[in-house]
Nanobody
């Protein structure tokens, strides 16, 4: 069974930075896409950044483009998310997700992902 474990969340002031990591295990096949989503209470899960692992092609939500960077370390089975220039509206629980799907009709759709971590809290104060 696939397990994804996030780490690196915390509290930071606006303008600060954090680095989230997600380590995967138990894969029966290498995930083709990995992504970070975030969610605040009462809101739907929002896609933040996605990486197509065979080519390291990335996609970002407009709200984080230019501030967040997703990357992968295949040797460590780790996907990271560098969060820079953080804003209070970035406050959320951040989830790592993986899928073996080779082709998806659109980026950052939660329903395309079948493996999820338990999340890590990011809090940005003004």
């Amino acid at each position: 069974q696939v397990q994804l474990v996030e780490s690196g969340g915390g509290s930071v002031q606006a303008g600060g930075s954090l680095r989230l990591s997600c380590t995967g295990s138990g894969y029966t096949s290498t995930p083709k896409y990995m992504a970070w989503f975030r969610q605040t209470p009462g809101e739907e899960r929002e896609g933040v950044a996605e990486i197509f692992t065979p080519t390291s092609t990335t996609y970002y939500a407009d709200s984080v483009k230019g501030r967040f960077t997703i990357s992968q370390d295949n040797a460590k089975n780790t996907v990271s998310l560098q969060l820079n220039s953080l804003k209070p509206e970035d406050t959320a629980v951040y989830y790592c997700a993986a899928t073996a799907m080779f082709w998806k009709p659109a980026p950052l759709r939660p329903d395309d992902y079948n493996a999820w971590g338990k999340g890590t809290q990011v809090t940005v104060s003004s």
